[in-house]
Each structure stands twice: as structure tokens, then as C-alpha cells.
């Protein structure tokens, strides 16, 4: 079984992210790298909607939580979720990422 984990939600918790800031972030990533390091079946799905994706501090604070998934569970894989109207996984080219959950297919329509 594939398990997707959201880290954090970032229509509802965004400003928990910007109160804690960068380095609590980072932790914050690393506790769950490090809880969840032992299971192969680990996608992370960051974002979800992160409607503030272009916001250089917010797409940080995100950036901040995988990378501390990263340094704890290096084997796991990542994706991201943007602004799900008008942005797909390739419009933010700062992610180093290993699947594409978001990009439309020529033949699907974009959400109205």
C-alpha cells in the first residue's frame, strides 16, 4: 500500500508556519523524517494548495519542512501541491522533486 502524507496543510496552517519561522520548520520536518524513516511506502505531499506559493517566505517555510523530512528519510519521495486553479507542479522550478501528482495532461481541462 502507497501512503501519501500531507506534512502540513497550508490553507490552514500557514500562519502557524510563518509564527514559527524557518528553523522550527526544519525541526518540524526532521521529527517526521525521522518518525517515519523505517516505512518504503512514504510519498510526502507538500503544499496542498499552497495558494502562496509565489510569497518567497511561505514557499520557504514549506521548502524548510521537507528538507527536514529529507535529512531524517533521504529514500523517501516528495511532491508538491500548488495554487490547484491556476498552477501545477513544474510552474515552481525551486523543488527538487521525484513525482508530478498536479500537471494536467494536454487532453484534461483545468479546473474552471
Known amino acids: 500500500m502507497l501512503v501519501l502524507l500531507d506534512p502540513i496543510e497550508t490553507i490552514s496552517w500557514s500562519k502557524v508556519l510563518r509564527t514559527n519561522g524557518i528553523a522550527k520548520a526544519r525541526e518540524y520536518g526532521r521529527f517526521l523524517g525521522d ?51 491556476v498552477s501545477a507542479f513544474l510552474d515552481n522550478a525551486t523543488w527538487n522533486l521525484s513525482i508530478n501528482s498536479t500537471r494536467p495532461t494536454p487532453t484534461t481541462p483545468h479546473m474552471p
Open 35 to 85: 518518525r517515519y524513516k523505517r516505512y518504503t511506502n512514504i510519498i510526502w505531499m507538500h503544499g496542498n494548495d499552497l495558494q502562496s506559493w509565489e510569497i518567497m517566505t511561505d514557499d520557504g517555510l514549506v521548502h524548510a519542512v521537507a528538507s527536514g523530512i529529507r535529512s531524517a528519510a533521504p529514500h523517501h519521495l516528495h511532491t508538491l501541491e500548488l495554487n490547484y486553479r
